[in-house]
């Protein structure tokens, strides 16, 4: 897997407008991976950082190959011009050590209940948290520590639909328990809406 750090210049008009819609966000992103339309596109991930919106956006990007990045760095204003090519590691998530397996985590998420076929955000800490829980235990994780730390409704236009979804940032520690479960989380996101930015869950090892 491969994680891009994308720095973005809120000077920039079409910067202002990906982060305005994430949707439109997801759309810029996608031309780091194909080409045309004949090219099947790879599931990626991404994610705002929360709290940098407006003053130093910086977007997350992974992805299972590494991206094209030059049309970024060929529009003008668009990145911050100290970023050549935006910095980007590669990882392996089936690494994930059995061994005092406790991790510091931040997941951008989309926390929801169906209910008579429909899906609806679930409003309140409470039941945020209760839902990042189930999720560890589908997961192979227990969550040890957490809190919500933010929250927002994104809207974007999808076509000629209007979206709207609930995004809460959980942060916390968390304990593997199952680390094949774990890296499959890490590789494909938790929960529903990645198109608009959620679902990545994001590792450090704690010290």
């Not at 982060?19 to 099947?40: G, I, K, N, Q």
């Not at 679930?122 to 945020?128: I, K, N, S």
């Not at 236009?157 to 959980?170: G, H, P, Q, T």
Request: aromatic share 8%; net charge positive.
């Amino acid at each position: 897997m491969y994680l891009t750090q994308l720095r973005l210049d809120p000077h920039s008009a079409q910067a202002r407008r990906d982060l305005a819609d994430p949707y439109d966000m997801h759309r810029t992103l996608v031309r780091a991976f194909v080409r045309d339309e004949t090219e099947s596109l790879p599931r990626f991930l991404w994610r705002l950082e929360a709290g940098r919106a407006w003053d130093q956006p910086v977007v997350l990007v992974q992805s299972p190959r590494a991206g094209n990045w030059s049309f970024l760095v060929a529009s003008p204003g668009y990145l911050k011009t100290d970023d050549a090519e935006p910095p980007a590691k590669h990882f392996d998530p089936a690494a994930l050590s059995v061994q005092d397996g406790r991790y510091r985590f931040r997941l951008a998420a989309n926390p929801t209940v169906t209910r008579e076929g429909k899906r609806h955000g679930l409003v309140g800490e409470d039941a945020q948290l209760t839902w990042l829980q189930r999720q560890g235990e589908r997961n192979g994780f227990d969550v040890q520590a957490a809190l919500v730390s933010g929250s927002d409704t994104l809207r974007g236009r999808k076509a000629a639909m209007r979206v709207s979804l609930l995004c809460v940032v959980f942060e916390g520690i968390l304990v593997a328990r199952d680390p094949v479960m774990l890296a499959s989380a890490v590789a494909n996101g938790i929960g529903p809406g990645k198109a608009f930015g959620c679902g990545l869950l994001s590792l450090a090892r704690c010290a």
